[in-house]
């Protein structure tokens, strides 16, 4: 279901910073849309979030900037959302050492 492993982060002015498990928490276990869009998506820690192949990344970004933004976790500033997919290991490696 989350076969995609994303790292979050937040800009807000000049600061980049990991977005908080709490934001993270926040804006994927509540159904705020009233759509199922973001449904397929699981924080996993500070700055890091999986969702499943049906997750549009740039539209998420940008869902997670503006609810972020509205909410005030800003200060008064824009809230932007950068995703930066984390590459997949590849499972074929070391399985011939196991042979």
């Keep these: 279901m989350y076969a995609r492993k ?3 982060e937040m800009v807000i002015g000049n600061e ?14 509540r159904n705020f849309t009233g ?24 539209r998420l970004a ?7 933004t509205k909410r005030g976790k800003g200060n008064g500033s824009r809230v932007a959302i950068d995703l930066s997919e984390v590459p997949r290991e590849n499972s074929s490696s070391g399985a011939a050492g196991r042979e």
């Design 6 to 8: 994303f790292n979050a």
């Design 35 to 58: 759509s199922g869009e973001f449904d397929d998506t699981l924080p996993v820690g500070e700055g890091r979030i999986e969702v499943g192949s049906s997750v549009d990344a740039t």
């Design 16 to 29: 980049r910073r990991p977005v908080p498990l709490d934001w993270l928490d926040s804006f994927c276990m």
């Design 62 to 68: 940008a869902a997670m900037g503006e609810w972020f």
